[in-house]
């Protein structure tokens, strides 16, 4: 086969969508080395090598007007020069455009396979700017009307994208996704020593690592946390580490209501390199996000050996199984008392770092590889 990947989320401050289709496609190409990929690209990625890769710039095609005019008329005319026989989407957008779908002359036509990764956009439109809700809303339906085959992260998502778009079952494949070997629990105390002194991180913390953004449900969490008994709170940090979503503005303001300012830090966008370190150095992980198409942190979490603290919705509990502590998002009051029984409990997180650690070896880039070419190979049949 011949198949080009749309690599524009692959950029530098990459964030989960971006995550999953970088860590695809080099998983791709270490257990692939029969077929021909074209990799489409808007910034180079000088560590993205293969015999079989062909790497194509296409820098500026990242603007939502640029975007739509490449994904209709030059990703299909450059497709159609070079004889490619599947494009493969790993982030929600195919071709809207029925001429994209024409089949060339004397040649059998391309196959189309996306992953979509969640449909919260849909399904709480509160937690979206009016501009992404209209983005996810015509490019998920465009993916039920114009793929050959969907793969989704989780059965949560499967079952959402089936409620909202009854196509066929068939179509849609549930590839969970999973964690670079370089988050484990980490023993080099110069480097965890080098990490807390870059960040200016206090020795005791709670960690969550997301974009803030409405549907993470940071709020809650800071509440909860202003909530913990003040021996406790006092003795600990709540530091969130991510890049500003939309509304950012809105939740921080809420949360500097609490007035725990001394306690609360923002570290902003943390580089992935220093991920790993920033997790080993958590005594719990928290993510009480409303809705999950995957949720990358608290697999990253539990292979750190972090105990980790999440909700019971979404994908949460495919993701976790029983290796991690699950509550309602919308409950403040319970995700206090359960903050509290795992800061105090030493057996509590001792057990649940021997759970995660477990559960997270059941995920792996190559077997998330291994079933990504299988799903391009029955869509080519």
Same mark, same amino acid.
Request: proline share 6%.
């Given at each position: 086969m011949?198949?080009a990947?749309?690599?524009r989320?692959?950029?530098?401050g990459?964030?989960?969508?971006?995550?999953?289709a970088?860590r695809?496609?080099r998983s791709l190409?270490?257990?692939?080395?029969?077929?021909?990929?074209?990799?489409?690209?808007?910034e180079?990625q000088t560590d993205?090598?293969?015999?079989?890769?062909?790497?194509?710039?296409?820098?500026?095609?990242?603007?939502?007007?640029?975007?739509?005019i490449w994904e209709?008329?030059?990703?299909?005319?450059?497709?159609?020069?070079? +004889?490619i026989?599947?494009?493969?989407s790993?982030?929600?957008?195919?071709?809207?455009?029925?001429?994209?779908y024409?089949k060339?002359k004397?040649?059998?036509?391309?196959?189309?396979?996306?992953t979509?990764?969640?449909l919260?956009?849909l399904?709480?439109?509160?937690?979206?700017?009016?501009?992404?809700?209209?983005?996810?809303k015509i490019?998920?339906?465009?993916a039920?009307?114009?793929?050959d085959k969907?793969?989704?992260?989780s059965y949560?998502?499967?079952?959402?994208? @089936?409620?909202?778009?009854?196509?066929?079952?068939?179509?849609?494949?549930?590839?969970?996704?999973?964690?670079?070997?370089?988050?484990?629990?980490?023993?080099?105390?110069?480097?965890?020593?080098?990490?807390?002194?870059?960040?200016?991180?206090?020795e005791k913390?709670? @960690?969550f690592?997301?974009?803030? +953004?409405?549907?993470?449900?940071?709020?809650?969490?800071?509440?909860?946390?202003?909530a913990?008994?003040?021996?406790?709170?006092?003795?600990?940090?709540?530091?969130?580490?991510?890049?500003?979503?939309?509304?950012?503005?809105?939740?921080?303001?809420?949360?500097?209501?609490?007035?725990?300012?001394?306690?609360i830090?923002f570290?902003?966008?943390?580089?992935?390199?220093?991920?790993?370190a920033?997790y080993n150095?958590?005594?719990?992980?928290?993510?009480?996000?409303?809705?999950e198409?995957?949720?990358f942190?608290?697999?990253e979490?539990?292979?750190?050996?972090?105990?980790v603290?999440?909700?019971?919705t979404?994908s949460?509990?495919?993701?976790?199984?029983?290796?991690a502590?699950?509550?309602s998002p919308?409950e403040?009051?319970?995700?206090?008392?359960?903050? +509290?029984r795992?800061?105090?409990?030493?057996?509590l997180?001792?057990?649940?770092?021997?759970?995660?650690?477990a559960?997270?070896?059941?995920?792996?880039?190559r077997k998330?590889?291994? +079933?990504? @070419?299988?799903?391009f190979?029955?869509?080519m049949?």
């Open positions: 011949r198949i990947i749309d690599g989320t692959i950029v530098s990459k964030t989960g969508v971006g995550v999953y970088e695809v496609v190409l270490e257990i692939d080395r029969s077929n021909q990929y074209f990799l489409f690209l808007v180079p993205l090598q293969a015999p079989n890769l062909t790497s194509i710039l296409i820098e500026g095609y990242n603007k939502m007007v640029l975007n739509r209709n008329f030059l990703m299909p005319r450059f497709s159609v020069r070079n +004889e026989d599947l494009f493969f790993p982030a929600y957008a195919l071709p809207l455009l029925p001429l994209a024409r060339p004397g040649r059998a036509k391309m196959r189309y396979v996306v979509v990764h969640d919260v956009g399904l709480f439109p509160e937690t979206f700017t009016p501009k992404m809700y209209m983005w996810q490019f998920v339906a465009n039920a009307k114009r793929a969907i793969i989704t992260g949560a998502t499967k079952d959402d994208f @089936l409620k909202l778009h009854p196509i066929d079952e068939w179509k849609i494949t549930v590839i969970h996704h999973s964690a670079d070997e370089d988050f484990r629990p980490i023993a080099d105390d110069e480097l965890l020593g080098r990490v807390r002194l870059a960040y200016g991180l206090p913390i709670i @960690l690592v997301g974009t803030v +953004e409405p549907r993470k449900n940071i709020t809650n969490l800071a509440k909860a946390f202003a913990l008994p003040a021996p406790i709170r006092n003795d600990y940090t709540l530091v969130i580490a991510g890049k500003a979503g939309w509304f950012v503005g809105s939740i921080k303001a809420q949360i500097a209501e609490l007035q725990l300012a001394d306690r830090k570290l902003g966008y943390v580089d992935r390199r220093d991920l790993p920033l150095l958590a005594t719990v992980f928290a993510y009480p996000s409303i809705h198409g995957f949720g942190p608290p697999l979490a539990m292979s750190c050996g972090v105990p603290l999440c909700s019971n979404s949460f509990p495919e993701v976790v199984g029983d290796a502590v699950m509550l919308h403040v009051e319970g995700m206090a008392r359960e903050l +509290e795992l800061l105090s409990n030493d057996a997180r001792s057990d649940l770092k021997a759970r995660g650690i559960r997270s070896r059941q995920f792996s880039a998330t590889a291994e +079933e990504t @070419l299988k799903v190979e029955e869509a049949r």
